[in-house]
């Protein structure tokens, strides 16, 4: 198993080599000059040229690369162009929200997302199951944003319920829970459709298998047979939907930061993006990036405690 | 087994009459000289397929014949009938901010909508099909192909797009760019995974020994038996990329006002969701069609061309 993990963590550097260099390049690559894009339309060409010098943008592409990625493991991902703000310490004042509202939507997709899928596979055919499965296709066939606007009509604007936009200081009070349950549900709404659909199928799978057959037969009730039986082999195929989806509900979480008006990192991209603050953007990618990265070789190490049919060669 | 499938045919031949024999004769050669009656064949079993096929139908067709449809000009522009509700004289779906037709609006909005998916499909084929089939083809190239590709994976939902975008700049042209690009990666990877199962085959070896060159095994040989395997997954693949541009123009970073695009439709309508909230809903209930369209349709050509590929994907 040491050696499993040691494999995956090697294989991790040339990723994050990778990653960087995309970072880097996301600037480097501008159409046209850099320096000019940022110094803006009105600029003069000592303006200019004062930019690229003071940036570095002069120097050739592997020196530039290389004293960008000497800041980034120092832990200095430069200035932000709008504020001056060092974007490292931005990024850290807003990363425990983002962490937050997708790890909440995590937790609500699972739990959500399993039970709805196991009720539907136990009730297969039934109105509930059409009900899910209908109401399933329209959790992935609808656009992030515009789930967030639906919830905000109905539980804001109609009933008003919970608080329309923010997040509380205290993430995990009641109120912080208030504030924190909509934008989650909107994040969380696509991954528990995905997985209901996984559990249903995975169940549906493993419930006409001898063995379910056989403790059926001894007497066991249904919940006992669903729950210690059929779900342990059923949630293999589940932790996969459920591994590859939390690392993509942080890139959904740059959405409904948006929708939500939530003070994160996602946010602070596309304010970056708008604002053409090229530091801010790089940051902000590099760092959703890597955790992203390394979310997924925490799933591929659990997946590998939890089923030991998974080869560590 | 396959004898007692013969014989019985055999059979069955004997007790036909010539007219018969003749009808079962055309049939066949009907049917191997048009696979397009073959697939449909296949696919009209499946329902949801057929839903898919016709929404998809009639979305194109909305898109080709919207100046006939569109009961009004889509720009147009009458603030004496802001913000009308649905159902409003002369105007069936109400009008927005500036007193357009929103149904209009929603008409050309389809060709935006299908103008970026097709665009930036055929762009992401056009570099993950060839990357694929190197990669599949050549063991030497598979391993830096798919490095890169793991790297252009390791950023996730529309992250990598979004990335494109900020060094882009905003509009529809560098969306369609953004969004093409991040399908490569998926692209080549289902390619490369279909050319590694086929280059085993006789055919390919027998092409091999006749001494043909690589570009012609790989582009007349193998490509051919990889269309199915890219049509499903192009067709899915506009899905997602018509709800990824439809994102980031909502973001701000596509489409811009007063573009009939419908996630710019939506984020604008925002503005309005406490007096109109038809100018948010209404926009995502035609990505919710389109991308149902194209999710169902897939899914359907799937099962009909290439079950193994649910795997795969």
């Known amino acids: 198993m040491s050696g499993y993990i040691m494999k995956r963590l090697l294989q991790l550097i040339p990723v994050l080599i990778g990653v960087s260099i995309v970072v880097f390049l996301m600037v480097y690559l501008i159409p046209g000059n850099a320096a000019e894009v940022i110094a803006g339309p009105t600029a003069t060409a000592e303006e200019v040229a004062n930019i690229s010098t003071k940036l570095g943008l002069d120097q050739p592409a592997y020196v530039q690369y290389f004293r960008y990625m000497a800041g980034v493991l120092r832990g200095d991902l430069g200035y932000s162009f709008q504020t001056g703000q060092a974007v490292s310490a931005a990024i850290a004042a807003r990363y425990a929200n983002t962490f937050s509202l997708a790890l909440f939507s995590a937790l609500i997709a699972v739990i959500l997302g399993v039970t709805v899928g196991i009720i539907s596979a136990v009730k297969q055919n039934s109105w509930f199951d059409h009900a899910v499965m209908s109401i399933s296709i329209l959790g992935i066939s609808a656009p992030t944003f515009w789930i967030g606007l639906l919830l905000i009509i109905i539980f804001c604007v109609d009933f008003k319920l919970l608080p329309i936009s923010g997040l509380s200081d205290r993430l995990w009070s009641l109120d912080g829970i208030k504030h924190l349950i909509l934008p989650a549900a909107t994040l969380g709404f696509n991954s528990a459709a995905m997985i209901a659909r996984m559990t249903r199928s995975s169940v549906l799978e493993i419930i006409h298998q001898d063995y379910i057959v056989t403790a059926k037969a001894k007497g066991l009730s249904q919940f006992v047979v669903i729950m210690k039986h059929a779900l342990k082999n059923a949630l293999i195929p589940i932790l996969t939907v459920v591994g590859i989806d939390f690392g993509n509900l942080l890139g959904g979480a740059v959405v409904v930061e948006s929708v939500f008006a939530i003070n994160g990192i996602g946010r602070l991209m596309v304010q970056g993006i708008g604002a053409r603050d090229f530091p801010m953007v790089q940051g902000t990618v590099l760092v959703v990036a890597v955790t992203f990265v390394l979310i997924n070789l925490m799933v591929d190490i659990i997946y590998a405690y939890i089923d030991p049919r998974i080869s560590y060669n | ?313």
């Open chain 2, 1 to 313: 087994m396959p004898i007692l499938i013969q014989g019985s045919r055999i059979i069955e031949a004997m007790r036909m009459t010539e007219t018969e024999k003749i009808m079962v004769q055309k049939e066949e050669v009907h049917s191997r000289k048009n696979p397009l009656a073959d697939l449909w064949k296949h696919l009209r079993r499946n329902k949801l397929a057929v839903v898919g096929l016709a929404v998809v139908t009639a979305v194109i067709f909305i898109a080709l014949f919207a100046p006939v449809l569109a009961p009004c000009d889509p720009y147009k522009q009458d603030v004496t009938k802001r913000l009308l509700g649905p159902g409003s004289p002369g105007h069936i779906l109400g009008t927005d901010e500036y007193g357009r037709d929103m149904l209009s609006r929603l008409i050309y909005g389809a060709r935006l909508s299908l103008l970026v998916g097709f665009c930036s499909v055929g762009l992401g084929l056009a570099f993950g099909v060839v990357l694929g089939l190197l990669a599949g083809y050549y063991p030497r190239l598979d391993s830096i192909i798919m490095r890169i590709v793991d790297i252009m994976l390791a950023f996730p939902g529309v992250l990598l797009s979004l990335a494109i975008v900020s060094a882009l700049g905003p509009g529809i042209g560098n969306v369609i760019i953004a969004v093409g690009i991040w399908s490569v990666p998926t692209i080549a990877r289902v390619v490369r995974g279909t050319v590694l199962s086929i280059k085993e085959m006789d055919y390919v070896t027998a092409a091999k020994a006749i001494g043909e060159t690589d570009s012609t095994i790989l582009f007349r040989e193998i490509l051919p038996n990889c269309v199915s395997s890219i049509m499903v997954y192009a067709t899915m693949r506009l899905a997602t990329s018509i709800l990824s541009a439809a994102t980031l123009s909502f973001l701000g970073l596509g489409a811009q006002p007063p573009s009939a695009e419908w996630g710019a439709m939506a984020s604008t309508g925002r503005n309005y969701i406490f007096q109109a909230p038809h100018l948010t809903l209404l926009p995502g209930f035609a990505i919710i069609i389109i991308v149902f369209g194209f999710n169902s349709l897939g899914d359907g050509l799937r099962d009909a061309l290439d079950p193994n590929l649910k795997n795969a994907m």
